[in-house]
């Protein structure tokens, strides 16, 4: 009887392990990514058996109407990011299923936490926080949309329910994944952020690529340490590991002999939003014709010598983040766009693949092939350096109408600090007008992008505001999200997403006939700008020869014109005014 229960207890306990395989594990050829259903049903599972080490938390909702799911690991079971930030810890926050279709940190993430768990292997000074699956929508749409990848055999797909491209999606945050994922950010306060991808691209060598924060796009303290610490550390142990990495491979000519260029993120993806947060970021890529084991232990390597190395450096990633936020509250100029300078570049070794043309099965014309039967090793050109092209001086504050709610709400989210005015107010602003800007063709991301844009700047402009508008002082830790986001010749700022498009409209204009009479009766009253017309006609023969365009002339510098288009919104406050505010 003894024996037989002792055997009952064994096979239950086995029964129990099992069941702790993920999906992935179990699948005999290790070419099968666990699906949405299979991930909601494995954590729990985990929950349960160390019901004081891990805990779920769902956020939000994502478009397709599911909540996200974030998966915590605390050793000593505090999961109250209050406390955690007291007891001086470190928090990492872990991506997955951004791209269904790239699904390595999905199954990775599920195989880790487990061990973590069951190898007691939870870091003394470092919180986990892995989103289980981002991506939930695409996730669900599942089937075989990379076509160029090999494995796993079915994956989800890149877009999510609105069709979008997640990881384009941060600042502008049209889905609802993107909010909920600011709520999890801002709640958990995380000092280093990895987002697990796999790549397209050049064939070469290696199972993982890396983009780290570009050094001249990150704050400078955490450049220095990501840049001569944390990277070669995680370079020097994946290699140990036997998953030698080299940084994202983006060629600048059509192969990676012609050297590779840094990926610069901007704040449209995830660690170019990251990053205006002073969080420590990461990328992985795998390489998408590896198998798909390779790639999933890859990733699983990663995320454990990312683990390793932050419980090492706990106390000195947690003073840089200190002083970074500091430094960055002091900063005065921002950086709003940045171009590779081709000139600077490193060498580096390259483990690639022979790149040759031959004739298309299908065409008869050269196409390109990677011949792996010959491998090389050669040293190539390294392009990692890029200057500012446009930066901003920061003001005192930002002025923003409460009708503004987009940008009030998504602020909100990301706890940037605001008032509002108390009383109706006709402040004296710097304020632009959009003098030009260029926008693209065709609509990208769900929006008719803008660039190239170019401000009038005009002092001391007295505009009203009203009781409850919102004043933002720039002296924040989240300096570069608020300075990013508002200045308009950001790359990824609002502006460039057409949240302001309604300013481009003008709204009135004149009948030429009537205005014929009263633009002839106010020159007359106003001989100063029949002055000025004239100074014009002679150094302008267009303006000379166009009656419309003298009359045109008159009243765009005439109070009948509306002085809001174009006029940007948000108002900048130069001098420490004394403001009545809520
Ligand atoms: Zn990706």
Not at 417 to 422: H, P, S
Not at 445 to 473: A, M, P, Q, W
Not at 508 to 515: Q, R
Request: charged share 25%; proline share 5%.
């Amino acid at each position: 009887m003894k024996k037989m229960l002792l055997l009952i207890g064994i096979s239950l306990l086995a029964g129990r392990l099992q069941a702790q395989l993920t999906p992935f594990e179990q699948s005999k050829d290790k070419n099968y990514t666990a699906t949405y259903a299979e991930v909601m049903a494995y954590y729990p599972k985990l929950v349960k058996q160390y019901p004081q080490q891990v805990k779920l938390f769902n956020y939000g909702s994502t478009d397709v109407g599911k909540p996200l799911t974030l998966v915590v690991v605390s050793k000593d079971g505090v999961f109250d990011p209050a406390k955690i930030k007291q007891q001086n810890k470190r928090v990492i926050l872990i991506n997955n299923g951004i791209h269904p279709g790239e699904p390595e940190g999905i199954d990775a993430s599920m195989m880790l936490v487990r061990d973590l768990l069951q190898k007691k292997k939870l870091p003394n000074d470092v919180v986990v926080c892995f989103i289980a699956l981002y991506n939930i929508d695409g996730s669900l749409n599942r089937g075989i949309s990379r076509v160029s990848q090999n494995g796993p055999r079915a994956y989800g797909f890149r877009g999510n329910y609105r069709n979008l491209d997640l990881n384009r999606d941060f600042i502008k945050a049209d889905s609802r994944n993107a909010l909920a994922f600011m709520q999890i950010l801002n709640t958990w306060q995380p000092d280093v952020f990895l987002d697990n991808h796999a790549s397209n691209g050049a064939d070469y060598q290696y199972v993982m690529t890396l983009i780290e924060t570009q050094k001249d796009k990150q704050q400078p303290l955490l450049a220095e340490y990501t840049a001569k610490t944390l990277s070669p550390e995680l370079y020097k142990r994946m290699d140990k590991s036997g998953y030698e990495m080299i940084p994202y491979v983006e060629s600048i000519k059509r192969t990676p002999d012609s050297g590779i260029v840094a990926f610069l993120e901007t704040p449209r993806f995830s660690t170019g939003y990251t990053v205006q947060h002073n969080i420590i970021s990461y990328v992985t890529e795998t390489h998408m014709l590896k198998p798909y084991d390779k790639k999933v232990y890859a990733t699983y390597e990663f995320m454990q010598h990312l683990i390793d190395v932050c419980q090492r450096d706990a106390r000195q990633i947690g003073e840089l983040k200190q002083r970074a936020d500091e430094q960055v509250k002091q900063q005065k100029t921002f950086a709003l766009n940045w171009d590779l300078d081709e000139q600077k570049f490193d060498m580096i070794s390259f483990k690639g693949y022979q790149a040759g043309y031959k004739p298309s099965g299908i065409s008869g014309l050269n196409r390109l092939y990677y011949d792996r039967s010959k491998p090389y090793t050669k040293e190539i050109k390294y392009y990692n350096t890029y200057k500012p092209t446009i930066t901003a001086e920061k003001p005192m504050a930002y002025v923003i109408p409460q009708a503004w709610s987009k940008i009030i709400d998504l602020f909100r989210l990301n706890k940037v600090a605001m008032r509002q005015l108390k009383h109706d107010t006709t402040l004296a602003v710097q304020t632009y007008y959009i003098a030009d800007y260029k926008t693209g063709t065709r609509p990208y991301e769900g929006h008719y992008l803008h660039n190239n844009v170019k401000l009038n700047t005009i002092n001391n402009n007295r505009v009203k505001f009203y009781e409850g508008d919102y004043v933002v002082y720039t002296n924040q830790a989240i300096n570069r999200y608020i300075i990013e986001t508002l200045e308009p010749q950001g790359v990824d700022s609002f502006f460039a997403w057409g949240f302001f498009d309604s300013m481009l409209n003008q709204k009135e204009h004149y009948s030429d006939y009537v205005f014929e009479d009263v633009a002839f009766d106010y020159l007359k009253k106003h001989p100063e700008l029949q002055q000025q017309l004239d100074n014009e006609k002679s150094k302008n023969p267009q303006l000379a020869q166009s009656g419309a365009a003298q009359l045109e002339y008159v009243y765009r510098n005439s109070p009948f014109y509306e002085n809001t288009y174009m006029r940007y919104p948000v108002g900048r406050l130069l001098t420490d005014t004394k403001l009545d505010l809520q």
